[in-house]
Every structure is written in structure tokens, then in C-alpha cells.
């Protein structure tokens, strides 16, 4: 079945610092999600990609849609500590099918 | 924007017992509600798929006489956890799909601790 990967499984980084984190998958992708899960809590979606090539921004985040429609991209901009919890990206082949997750990217800021 | 409800947040029961747990859709209807099961630092495992007014769907390996799930009306899913074990203790979530706009919503857990 499809699978996601992401990269960095998990990162430690100073505040202030910028954040990149990847989501690649085995087939092609038409949409692709980022959430963002809080320690303790479900997880808030954060971008919704539809197009290749797609550049999207919410705020310090920033997601593109892979030219190939096979990764996704996230970026966090000058970082800060309630940047904290777990990335996760979604993606689906098919208008209609389920979202597959990946396993998520956790992250930490260091004051 | 689409928001779900999930109840209790937190619960303690005793082994044995059965629990239920509620996810409502508030200001939308969601035909698939989906539930998971996310152990201490992993990903989100996806247990099984709730369709309104029929069976839910359940993944490879989840006993469904185990976890039953209901889902009688568009805005409404639950999981009861039957004869619960040390081992059922987890975090619960589900989500509903809120259209391609929104994509998935999910609640905000259930921390599930079974003494």
C-alpha cells in the first residue's frame, strides 16, 4: 500500500532558527496536508496543498507541493518554543480516497 | 471552520469495564469519521473507518468485537473499548473528513488509562 516517509524523524534546534522538514511518498500524490500535533492533543491542520508546485504560507510556516507530486515541503520560519510537537503530512493518490499519514517529524526548540 | 468534539478528554476505568468514547462533528456533517490510536512518541495508527448508517471498516489487526464503533448519525461516532485492559491504555483520536477544503479535523483526544 502507499507509504509516507518523513525526514527528519526528529530535530533539536535553537529558537530563532529556521526549520525544513520533508514528506516523500512511492506514488503520486494530488493533495497533501501538514498537521501539527500539540503534546496531549489532536492534531491542527496547518497547510493543504492541491497543485505541483503549489508554495503556500500560513503565518512563519511556508509548504510546497513537490514538482514530481511525490514529497512535500515545510518550512518554519524563526523559529520559537511553542513551534514544539509533532509534524505530520498527509496525502491521498485520488479525490476520494483516505489520506494516507506519515510517521511524523518531532521538533524541539531550545531556548 | 470545521470543528470536531471528542469526549471525554481524559478518562481512568478500572480492567474490565467498557468505555465509550464521542466524536461530533459541530458545524458540519461528516458521513466518515475516522479513528486512531497514537502510542507515547509515534504516529497516528488508524484503527478503523466509521460510515454512517453502516458497518465501520476496520484495519489488519484491530478486533472489532474489541473496539465497537457506532456511527448513527452524521454528526456523531463513538468507540466504546470493551472489556478494557492495561494494554488498551492509549490516546484516542478520531477525525472527520470536512470536504477538501478542510481536509481532515480531528478531535482533541482521549487519554485512555486502564488500572
Known amino acids: 500500500g502507499q507509504q509516507l516517509n518523513q525526514s527528519p524523524q526528529s530535530m533539536f534546534i535553537q529558537e530563532g532558527e529556521d526549520v525544513s522538514m520533508n514528506c516523500t511518498s512511492s506514488?503520486?500524490?494530488?493533495?497533501w496536508l501538514w498537521y501539527k500535533q500539540d503534546p496531549g492533543e489532536g492534531p491542527v491542520l496547518l497547510i493543504a496543498l492541491y497543485k505541483a508546485g503549489e508554495l503556500t504560507s500560513n503565518g512563519r510556516l511556508t509548504a510546497q507541493f513537490g514538482i514530481t507530486r511525490k514529497d512535500s515541503f515545510l518550512n518554519i520560519s524563526a523559529s520559537i518554543p511553542s513551534d514544539v510537537g509533532i509534524y505530520f503530512c498527509a496525502g491521498r493518490s485520488n479525490y476520494g480516497q483516505n489520506f494516507v499519514f506519515g510517521p511524523g517529524t518531532r521538533l524541539s526548540v531550545l531556548p | 471552520g470545521a470543528v470536531v468534539s471528542q469526549h471525554p478528554s481524559r478518562v481512568i476505568c478500572k480492567s474490565g469495564t467498557s468505555v465509550k468514547i464521542e466524536c461530533r462533528s459541530l458545524?458540519?456533517?461528516?458521513?466518515?469519521m475516522f479513528w486512531y490510536r497514537q502510542f507515547p512518541k509515534q504516529s497516528l495508527m488508524l484503527m478503523a473507518t466509521?460510515?454512517?448508517?453502516?458497518?465501520?471498516?476496520?484495519e489488519q489487526g484491530v478486533e472489532k468485537d474489541k473496539f465497537l464503533i457506532n456511527h448513527a448519525s452524521l454528526t456523531l461516532s463513538t468507540l466504546t473499548v470493551t472489556s478494557a485492559h492495561p494494554e488498551d491504555s492509549s490516546f484516542y483520536i478520531c477525525?472527520?473528513?470536512?470536504?477538501?477544503?478542510?481536509?481532515?479535523?480531528f478531535g482533541s483526544g482521549t487519554r485512555l488509562t486502564v488500572v
Open positions: 466509521s460510515n454512517e448508517g453502516s458497518k465501520a471498516t476496520y
Open positions: 477525525s472527520a473528513f470536512g470536504g477538501d477544503f478542510y481536509g481532515y479535523t
Open positions: 458545524d458540519f456533517q461528516a458521513t466518515t
Open positions: 506514488s503520486i500524490f494530488n493533495t
